[in-house]
């Protein structure tokens, strides 16, 4: 192909060979950035029919997409780069500049981007639901966190640990610690939570004597 654009430039006009090598690589740049658009809204498309399948929230679909547009479009770039002449040495230095700080800030977020993958395999196992009934066992003889699930988001799931109302507590738990606790689910009819935890009942006023 190269032979090829040599003999055509060859027999051409002085000043149409100037603009081929202009016309040339601006093309291969718009190709390279409509592929990367296809491949991103093909993309998108699976992470959403994904999400409808398996329930996931929006907010582990938005971050998948995001994560893939950043990869997408930053090897786009690059590539378009080096169409237009960029040394491949520099981008080679930058590539591993930024893999290198990206590398450091994924071990810094280590403890945040593992509980955002235990999200992901909390509802794709169908571990538990918004409603159910939990307890996270430390072992086999003390009772463990139980609650009813009310919530559950990229970092924690938040149990209803004793009944509704102003005198109610709930419990946020990291989703990783569901991996490494045995779960305790009921599928049938579940416990009664207490109305209010560590708190005791008001004591029934005095009744006043017979005959008093």
Known sequence: ???????????????????????????????????????????????????????LPGDVAMITRRTLGFIIYGGALLWSLERLGVSGTVLWTAFTGFAAVGAVAFFAAWSVLSNIFC??????????????????????????????????????????????GQGGTTLRVPNSLFFQRAVRRWHGPAPQLPETLGMAAPDAAPQPAAGA
Do not use: C
Not at 27 to 52: D, F
Not at 144 to 153: A, M
């Open 119 to 164: 999200t992901l395999l909390i509802f794709t196992t169908r571990m538990f639901w918004p409603g159910d009934t939990i307890e996270l066992l430390e072992n086999g003889e003390k009772p463990g966190l139980k609650g009813r699930v009310q919530d559950i988001n990229l970092v924690y799931t938040t149990l209803e640990e004793s009944g509704g």
């Open 1 to 55: 192909m190269n032979r090829t654009l040599q003999n055509l430039r060859a027999q051409l006009p002085a000043w149409m060979t100037e603009w081929l090598e202009v016309i040339i690589p601006a093309t291969q740049v718009l190709l390279i950035l409509l592929a990367a658009w296809g491949v991103y809204r093909l993309l998108r498309r699976l992470i959403l029919r994904v999400t409808h399948s398996y329930g």
